[in-house]
């Protein structure tokens, strides 16, 4: 029987940098933030849905835009959960759907926030001192301080995604520490 592991962390935390070391010891990964942009670009039931609640104005060649989607959601909480509302019947499908032979990893920046919790059996969230998770972020993302922040404050906070996950692996040092951690989990596992 497959166990899932819910990877989260906040965003510029080293998150991704953990699922891909996770990927290279073997655990399959499925990353909702890529599903869903398969989604939004492919799946006619989605593409229809989202068009039929925010209007043909997100949609570009027959696909959905994510810049344009985003400026309408992001700054309208119930805008966002109606997009919630559509997406993870999707992703809750391709999920229960996908098998492996022991665990799977699911990368899921925002695990907690859209409820995917009670479809794992492991939590592991990265973390890292919110000054470097900041300094990524903007030399990641080319964004200003003041939008910087905003896109970390749209997100739960690291403490509380802490205080919910089953363990939680640092990041602030740099790969070499977050890949030691993360080895340090993998033996637990086992």
Known sequence: ??????????????KSTAAAYLREQGFPVLDLDQ???????YDHDVIQQITAIFGSAVQTDGQIDRQKLGRV??????????????????????ITETTA?????????TLFENGFTSYVDLILMVTCDPLVQM????ARDQVSISWASRLIGAQWSQQTKAALADQ??????????????LQRFIENLR
């Open 73 to 94: 959601v992001f700054n309208n909480p119930h805008q966002l959960k109606q997009l919630v509302r559509i997406i993870n019947p999707a992703l809750l499908k391709v």
């Open 135 to 138: 300094q990524r972020l903007i």
């Open 101 to 109: 032979s022991d665990w799977l990893i699911l990368d899921a920046p």
């Open 35 to 41: 599903l869903t942009h398969e989604l939004e670009d």
């Open 1 to 14: 029987m497959t166990r899932i592991i819910g990877l989260t962390g906040g965003i510029a935390t080293g």
């Open 168 to 181: 939680v692996v640092d990041s602030t040092y740099g790969k070499q520490q977050l890949c030691r951690e």
